[in-house]
Nanobody, 114 residues
């Protein structure tokens, strides 16, 4: 069992920044993949960013505004979000894969509004 806990969400004005954190705990052996998804009400869950080893991927619509990073010693993945737009408003979920098993966090709300 692996637990994922997101934090760092909140209300931010357009153009602002937030840094999300996702801490993994439990029976951790090899978290090969850590990534972020987001979902707005009534919309499908959307891929945001992924880190697998030293390889990083981002959603096509992010225009370089988001940066994913990982602290292996802390089993924590981060998502730095800059130049936030109202359309970034969503619940952001942390996801991990270990030995072919998927784990999801509970989500953290990000609201971008004036």
């Amino acid at each position: 069992q692996v637990q994922l806990v997101e934090s760092g969400g909140g209300l931010v004005q357009p153009g602002g920044s937030l840094r999300l954190s996702c801490a993994a705990s439990g029976r951790i052996f090899s978290l090969n993949t850590l990534d972020w998804y987001r979902q707005a009400p009534g919309k499908e869950r959307e891929f945001v960013a992924r880190v697998n080893g030293g390889i990083k991927r981002y959603g096509d619509s992010l225009w370089g505004r988001f940066t994913i990073s990982r602290d292996n010693a802390k089993n924590t993945v981060y998502l730095q979000m800059n130049s936030l737009k109202p359309e970034d408003t969503a619940v952001y979920y942390c996801h991990a894969n270990q030995m072919g098993v998927d784990y999801w966090g509970q989500g953290t709300q990000v609201t971008v509004s004036s």
